[in-house]
């Protein structure tokens, strides 16, 4: 506990102020305090976050200012907010912040590269919450905390207190809202803490490409030559187990930034789903679960505390929050050169597009403009076919510009730099299989290896991007979609109905889009 230190220039009185505190401290605190918090068989801090177990985007808002307002891609995503509004909001949270005994404070960092990082403070009533965000961005040394000074954003998390849905503009109980020019966030009336995690990265997706930098929701790994791999995707299509690979050093598992001098995680943890999590499917993952992580809704044998990572009786969205440092093979610092190759990763349950494809940067730039991924019919109450999701740059619900900025971004830093792109398909096969694990490891470690190089490739008429015949340890049949169906024609009428989903989906974007990446979409 610091005895020096207080909030009272935020207005807030409460002296018991919990800064920077070890594990076993938060441990304690938690244990004690917070209902639903209990020790797993291996030590990790198992946590309930109250009703919402996952983030709640309809009730994210940002206020409307001269400064930045024309910056921002208003719309369904980036919701405005009047200063007024905001101000209702920040007195009710901090009213409920001095009703308590104690508070927890995180002072720490966002960004690896001093050049970019920015200094972030997070005020919260849970232990759980200042936990998960020790994990979660990058800890301060000793002499660094003391030469802190003040933050460049500040959190306020009063997420046990609900918003006044009464109050203008308010949708729920819920209320997160995003202040540019006060550099403050607001939580009212949720506990989940990916909120926090989120909120931090919404930031640096305005802040960066104000310096010429493209932030990105993606993993990033680096070899033994110390080749960088970007590994874009949406939830489910294989980001986090793809990018902890033994052969590689992880940077990090799902926030960076490319800058002109290279590339940088900006947290100093990893937020993993650990919903079916395996010893045989996942052990970096598995394995990095110990004192010290925050495990998230999980169900556990309340005699063992054994957890049952299959029961998803509290959410499907279980979670696994970690130092980095807990994945044995790590590049720490988490700074590493430009990449040599970005992966879009999607899950098509389609059956149409190809395990393994070679973009060009144009074809990059749509694609990443689409984030496209497609789930499973039955996977969901309801759900009796294909379901497509689009999410601009993998990542829409983050991005507080017109995706076509960051496209450019991408275009220009893949061009300078001489990158491959790649497209790799972890969903389904025409046959109705799922795409084997190993195989599509097979496909990565071969990009990795050059061994594309060499091979013949054949070109996809109507998305234009270039499918490799042949892949060490893959049979050469699943490489070519067509090849898995026995009905071509189902095959022909099912690819129709994918590209014009793509090309329907594109259009709102076309008016703000640069005109040589629209052309690189896929034709009928």
């Excluded at 919402?52 to 910056?71: A, F, L, Q, Y």
């Excluded at 001093?114 to 997070?122: F, V």
């Excluded at 003040?150 to 202040?179: C, H, W």
């Excluded at 497209?423 to 496909?443: E, F, P």
Aim: charged share 25%; hydrophobic share 35%.
């Amino acid at each position: 506990m610091s005895a020096t230190f207080d909030l009272k220039k935020y207005g807030i009185d409460t002296e018991k102020i919990y800064r920077n505190s070890s594990v076993p401290v938060l441990y304690e605190l938690g244990l004690r305090l917070e209902k639903g918090t209990a020790i797993s068989d291996v030590g990790a801090l198992m946590t309930f976050s109250g009703e919402k177990t996952g983030r709640s985007p309809k009730d994210k808002r940002i206020v409307r200012h001269p400064d930045s307002e024309k910056n921002i891609d208003w719309g369904k995503i980036n919701m405005g907010l009047d200063e007024h509004t905001f101000m209702v909001n920040h007195e009710r949270a901090l009213d409920y912040l001095n009703t308590r005994d104690h508070l927890f404070v995180v002072d720490a960092f966002a960004g690896w590269d001093p050049n970019y990082r920015i200094k972030t403070r997070i005020v919260c009533t849970r232990a759980y919450h200042a936990l998960f965000m020790q994990n979660m961005l990058i800890m301060p040394t000793e002499e660094e905390l003391a030469n802190f000074g003040e933050p460049d954003y500040v959190i306020f998390n009063a997420g046990q207190f609900p918003a006044n849905r009464y109050t203008s503009e308010m949708t729920s109980k819920t209320s997160v809202d995003l202040n540019l020019e006060r550099k403050e966030i607001v939580i009212l009336g949720t506990e989940y803490a990916g909120e926090m995690k989120k909120g931090i990265f919404t930031v640096m997706n305005y802040l960066m490409p104000l310096q010429d930098v493209l932030p990105m929701h993606c993993s990033a790994n680096v070899g033994e030559k110390d080749d960088v791999t970007i590994l874009f995707g949406l939830s489910g299509t294989g980001k986090t187990t793809l990018s902890a690979d033994p052969k590689r050093r992880l940077i990090g598992d799902d926030e960076h930034c490319w800058t002109n001098e290279g590339t940088f995680n900006i947290e100093g943890g990893c937020y993993a789903k650990a919903i079916d999590l395996s010893a045989e499917k996942e052990p970096d993952i598995y394995n990095a679960i110990r004192f010290g992580t925050v495990l998230e809704n999980v169900v556990y044998d309340k005699e063992t505390r054994a957890v049952d990572y299959t029961d998803t009786s509290i959410t499907e969205n279980t979670r696994a929050s970690y130092p980095i440092n807990y994945i044995d093979n790590v590049q720490i610092p988490c700074v590493a050169g430009h990449p040599e190759n970005v992966i879009f990763l999607t899950c098509d349950a389609f059956g149409v597009l190809p395990p393994v494809s070679k973009l060009t940067p144009e074809q990059a730039s749509y694609h990443f403009i689409s984030g496209y991924t497609a789930k499973m019919a039955g996977t969901e109450m309801g759900i009796t076919e294909p379901t497509p999701n689009f999410s601009a740059c993998y990542g829409a619900a983050f991005m507080m510009w017109h995706p076509n900025k960051y496209a450019e971004l991408l275009a220009e830093k893949i061009k300078n730099h001489k990158v491959n792109a790649w497209l790799i398909n972890t969903g389904w096969t025409g046959s109705g299989s799922r795409m084997k694990l190993k195989y599509t490891r097979a496909m990565v470690d071969a990009i990795h290896h050059h061994d594309f190089d060499n091979v013949e490739y054949v070109k996809d008429e109507a998305f234009g991007f270039q499918i490799p015949t042949s892949c060490p340890g893959v049979p050469s049949e699943v490489l070519i979609p067509r090849n898995t169906w026995e009905d071509k024609a189902k095959y022909e009428a099912t690819k129709l109905k994918l590209i014009n989903l793509f090309k329907e989906n594109f259009k709102k974007f076309e008016a703000n889009t640069n005109p040589d990446i629209i052309a690189a979409g896929p034709k009928a």
